[in-house]
Structure formats: structure tokens, C-alpha cells
């Protein structure tokens, strides 16, 4: 568990200083009006296709293979609009981190909230189900704004980016436990909270199974969804905040709630069904998702590498 934390003094040792410098940027940065900071952030992620190119294989390469069906022209498209993203994604970090709540809720509506407050009316945790989006920090401030509850994360490797990370995503939500905590989300489920769950990244061989994902008929999937609906039994509430175009804001759409229609017998049968939430999601924006990781790096034994 991780609770508010306490500045150390270490981090005005010289090798942070390019990090200050970054960060003090991007405060700057997002003080400037909305529309001009959309303007800038589509711009700046045009360029990077020029320079981050691994990644840019990457993205292309799970393009192609999630959406085989897309025309060369459809698939240049989308790739190109995610590049934006990627810019964008910068940006909407720093207006979670630093942008005041006033300034968050008027530039954002939100569709769903209904679905969490009946869940809760009924005394009964609720496992949000978000995906990475360019929009994740966004979405989880918003959340937290309107509902607080835990988030789930993996600590970063560099400790005063992990700093800046957990003092912005507590400014409206109550805690955050490590990704590998699965008691504590247990034991936050059955006390009636809200847990944010992202269990669309491959995390390895180690627990997880291999399930289709789009066009992907083995994708290494995470288990931990199945371990904790099976032993808290929440509510099973899927998200997502993306940006609306021509720099108008953002939507928050909180899906009903699935815990009913995904079968937990085995857990394979539950992740096939975590993943068809995960696709339906995902085509909500499938501009702004983070396609730039490698999603489907973890193969079945004797398969070869996708990239």
C-alpha cells in the first residue's frame, strides 16, 4: 500500500536535474489554454514517429496484426493518429498531475457514473477495468475527482518520476497498491471499494493464459482478474476517458456492469471473456490506446517472436 508521499531531498542531486527540468516544462506547459495545448501535443507526436522507431514497429506490427481486415490506407491512418497520441499522452499527464479539479470537470462529461453507484448502493467492491490509454493518468483523476477509490500501478524504475507519479494520481484517490498486491485488491474489494484494474498488458508466461485478443488467437493474458472476482466476487465495471475531437475535451464512459454475463468457472473461459471487454473498449478510441508496447511479446512454447 501506498500512501502520500514524503519528498526526499535526494531528488536535487544533479542527476535528477534533466528530469526537474522536463517536468517544470510540462507544468509550464499545461498552464496554457486547452486548445492550444491539443495543438500542440497532435504536433509534437507527429514528429516522434521520426525519431522513437522500435516503437513505431512495434505499433505498425500490432496494427497488422489486430486488424488484419483494414485496408494499407486504413491501417495508415489509425497509425497515424496514434502517433498524435503519443503527444498528447505527454501532455495529459501533466493536466493530471498539475491541472486544478475545476479546470479537469469543465473539460470533461462524463456517461455511466450511474453504473458504479448502484454497485456501491449494494455495499459491494467494484474492479474497474481500465486499459492503457494515452488518457490513463486523465481518466484516473477524473475518476478520483467523482468517486475515489485505489489504483493499481507498478512502481517506476527512476524514484522521482515514481514520486511525481503517486503524489498526482493521490490528489483524488485514496491509495495505490502495487500491481502485485493481490491481497490488498482482495481485501479493498471486500471492504466496498473501488479497485482500478488494467489487466490488458502481457505480463509474462507467469500467470497467465493464452486466450485470443482481436486477431491474436494466443494472447498471454493475466489471471488476475479471475483470482480476484473469484475470491471478492466485485462488481465488474469497464472504462474509459478519451479525448473527443477538434479539441473539445474528453469523455468519461463507465460501461454497466459485466459481473454478470463473464462465466468465472475456469479461468480460461473468464479471460476469453475479459478480452472481448477488453476489444470493446479499446474500439471506443483505438486511436488513443497505447499500441506502442509490445502486446503479444510472450509466445506460446515453440512459437516464434511476432516482431
Known amino acids: 500500500m501506498k500512501k502520500l508521499p514524503v519528498f526526499n531531498y535526494s531528488f536535487l542531486h544533479p542527476r535528477f536535474w534533466f528530469v526537474w527540468l522536463g517536468i517544470g516544462t510540462l507544468y509550464i506547459l499545461v498552464l496554457l489554454p486547452y486548445p492550444i495545448i491539443h495543438y500542440l501535443g497532435t504536433r509534437i507526436g507527429r514528429i516522434t514517429k521520426y525519431f522513437m522507431l522500435n516503437r513505431m514497429h512495434i505499433i505498425r506490427r500490432n496494427l497488422e496484426l489486430c486488424f488484419p481486415n483494414l485496408s494499407n490506407q486504413e491501417q495508415r491512418d489509425l497509425f497515424n493518429k496514434n502517433c498524435e497520441s503519443i503527444g498528447m499522452g505527454i501532455f495529459e499527464t501533466g493536466m493530471a498531475w498539475f491541472w486544478s479539479e475545476h479546470r479537469i470537470k469543465r473539460w470533461f462529461k462524463i456517461s455511466g457514473l450511474n453504473n458504479i453507484i448502484q454497485t456501491q448502493k449494494k455495499n459491494k467492491g467494484v474492479l474497474l477495468i481500465g486499459m492503457h490509454f494515452f488518457t490513463l493518468e486523465l481518466g484516473a483523476r477524473i475518476l478520483g475527482i467523482i468517486n475515489p477509490g485505489i489504483g493499481v500501478y507498478r512502481p517506476n524504475n527512476n524514484p522521482l518520476l515514481d514520486w511525481l507519479q503517486t503524489k498526482g494520481r493521490l490528489r483524488s484517490n485514496k ?130 517472436s511476432l516482431y
Open 175 to 304: 491509495m495505490m497498491l502495487d500491481r502485485t498486491d493481490i491481497k490488498g485488491m482482495i481485501k479493498a474489494l471486500k471492504n466496498g471499494e473501488i479497485v482500478w484494474y488494467a489487466p490488458d498488458h502481457d505480463y509474462g508466461h507467469k500467470n497467465s493464459v493464452f486466450v485470443p485478443l482481436f486477431a491474436v488467437s494466443n494472447a498471454a493474458s493475466t489471471i488476475g482478474t479471475y483470482i480476484l472476482t473469484k475470491i471478492a466476487k466485485p462488481a465488474i465495471v469497464p472504462f474509459v476517458a478519451r479525448r473527443l475531437p477538434n479539441a473539445i475535451g474528453y469523455e468519461l464512459l463507465i460501461l454497466p456492469n459485466k459481473q454478470n454475463e463473464i462465466p468465472i468457472e475456469t479461468n480460461i473461459d473468464m479471460i476469453k471473456h475479459i478480452n472481448k471487454v477488453i476489444e470493446q473498449v479499446i474500439l471506443l478510441a483505438p486511436d488513443q490506446y497505447m499500441w506502442l508496447h509490445r502486446r503479444f511479446k510472450t509466445r506460446p512454447p515453440g512459437e516464434p
